[in-house]
C-alpha cells in the first residue's frame, strides 16, 4: 500500500491541507508563476492528489487536464470534490506514465518526485507523453532537505543543520507515520538526470514566501535560512 | 588594492596551495573530467591565479591561452613560474573582459566568480568573447557555502550548520586576513543568470573527493556531508 493510502496517514495529510500550509501558500503559486499561461493546453498532472491544482489550471483555461496518482483515496477524493468538464483521473503509478495513449503540453507535478527511486526512467516515460517542445515542471523537496532528515531548524529556526548532502539515495523518516520513504538526489544529480533525458534547463526555482503568506503561517520566515523546494522548468528538447 | 595582492594574504594563499589542498585533489581534476578534450582549442583562464592550470590546458594541446587575472603578484609568478609558447598572462579584472579583442572557444574559470559582485555582467562579456557555440566551464563556492560563514561543521565534521541562504548578496569573512568579501548566491539565480544571459545549461558537479585525494587529505571526507564546490558547464547559445 502506497503512504497516501494509509488511514492515518490520509487523515493527517488532510487536516493539514486544510490549515494555513506550505503548499498553498508558497509551492502553488511559485509553480503558477513559473509555469505561465495554460489557455488551451493539454496537461498532465502527476501525483495529482485530491485535484486542488488540476481544478486550477482547468479555470485557468487548460484544454484537458488529466490527474494521474498512485492513492486510491486521493483519486477517490478528487472526483468527489474537484470535478469540471475538462478534468479526468486515473489511479495510477507515475513511473508508468508510458501506458498513457494521450500526449500533452504540459507535465505539471507538485511534490512528488522525491517519492519516486528511479528520476531517470521517470523522466523518459514522462518524455515519451510530451508533445514536441513540451514543457516539464515539478517541484520536489530541497535537496538540502531530502539529504538528511536527522538534522533540521535549530529551536529558534535561525538556522539548520544537516549532513550526508553526497549520500544519495532511500531515506526513511517520520511524518505523520513512520516509514515515510524518499529517495535523496543532489543539484547534481536532477539537473544531469533531466539533460540526459533530453530536457533542457529553463529556470530553477527556490520559492521565498511572501509577506502575505509569512502573515498568515509566521515560522514561513525558516524559509528565509533554508528552503523546502526546488523548482525546475524544462522543455523537452 | 584586491584581497591577492595584500602581502600577508598572498603568502598564505601560496603555503596552502603548496600543501595538499582542495584546488588540486578535487576541484581542478572535477573541472578537467567536465571539460573534455581541448586540443586546437582557444581557451580564456579567468583568474587564472599563478598560471597552474593555464599550463595544464596548453599541455593538454590547447592552442592558445590567456590567463588573466586582477592581481599583479599572481600574474608575476605566473609570468616567472608558469611559462608556455601558447600562454600569455594579463593582469585584467574579469568584469572587464569585453575590452579583450581576441574571441575563444572555452572561458574557464575556477573559484572566482564568488568574488564577483554583478554576475550578469560578468556573463555578458564572457559572451561577446566567446565564438558561436562557445563552452564556459566554471567552478565557485557552493551556495551552501557562500550563505553564510557563520555557520560550519560539526567539530567531528558530521553535519554542517549555515543560514541565510535566501539572503543574497554581500558576506565579509575572514580567510588568513580580515575583510575578504565574496557574493552569496541561490543556486536559483546562479542557474538562471546563466540561461537569462544566452547561456544553456548543460552539467552540474558537485564534485566529491576520489579515494586517493582523501588518503592524501583525510578532511576531505567532510565533503561528503556538505559539498564546498559547484561546478557548471555551458554553452553560449
Same mark, same amino acid.
Given at each position: 500500500m502506497n503512504l497516501y493510502d494509509d488511514d492515518r496517514f490520509f487523515s493527517s495529510y488532510i487536516a493539514l491541507r486544510n490549515e494555513a500550509n506550505y503548499n498553498d501558500l508558497m509551492e502553488t503559486p511559485a509553480m503558477l508563476s513559473l509555469l505561465g499561461a495554460v489557455k488551451?493546453?493539454?496537461?498532465?498532472? $502527476?501525483?495529482?492528489?485530491?485535484?486542488s491544482t488540476a481544478c486550477v489550471l482547468a479555470d485557468m483555461g487548460a484544454s484537458y487536464? $488529466?490527474?494521474?496518482?498512485?492513492? @486510491?483515496?486521493?483519486?477517490?477524493?478528487?472526483?468527489? @470534490? /474537484?470535478?469540471?468538464?475538462?478534468v479526468e483521473y486515473r489511479v495510477m503509478d507515475m513511473v508508468d506514465v508510458s501506458d498513457i495513449e494521450e500526449r500533452f503540453d504540459i507535465a505539471y507535478s507538485s511534490l512528488a518526485f522525491h517519492y519516486i527511486e528511479d528520476l531517470g526512467r521517470l523522466l523518459q516515460g514522462?518524455?515519451?507523453?510530451l508533445a514536441e517542445g513540451g514543457m516539464l515542471i515539478f517541484s520536489? @523537496? /530541497?535537496?538540502?532537505?531530502?539529504?538528511?532528515? @536527522?538534522?533540521?531548524?535549530?529551536?529558534?529556526? +535561525?538556522?539548520?543543520?544537516? +549532513?550526508?548532502?553526497?549520500?544519495?539515495?532511500?531515506?526513511?523518516?517520520r511524518w505523520f507515520v513512520d516509514g515515510v520513504t524518499t529517495y535523496h538526489r543532489t543539484f547534481g544529480t536532477i539537473a544531469n538526470t533531466l539533460i540526459q533525458n533530453g530536457y533542457s534547463i529553463d529556470a530553477v526555482l527556490e520559492p521565498k514566501p511572501s509577506d502575505t503568506a509569512m502573515k498568515i503561517l509566521p515560522r514561513l520566515i525558516r524559509e528565509y535560512e533554508k528552503p523546502s523546494f526546488l523548482i525546475i522548468k524544462s522543455y523537452k528538447k
Open positions: 488551451g493546453k493539454r496537461i498532465i498532472d $502527476l501525483g495529482c492528489g485530491f485535484g487536464v $488529466l490527474g494521474i496518482d498512485i492513492s @486510491e483515496k486521493m483519486i477517490k477524493k478528487a472526483k468527489a @470534490e /474537484h470535478q469540471r468538464g475538462s514522462i518524455r515519451g507523453i520536489q @523537496e /530541497h535537496p538540502i532537505s531530502t539529504a538528511d532528515y @536527522e538534522g533540521g531548524f535549530s529551536p529558534d529556526g +535561525s538556522s539548520y543543520t544537516f +549532513s550526508s548532502y553526497q549520500k544519495e539515495g532511500k531515506r526513511v523518516s
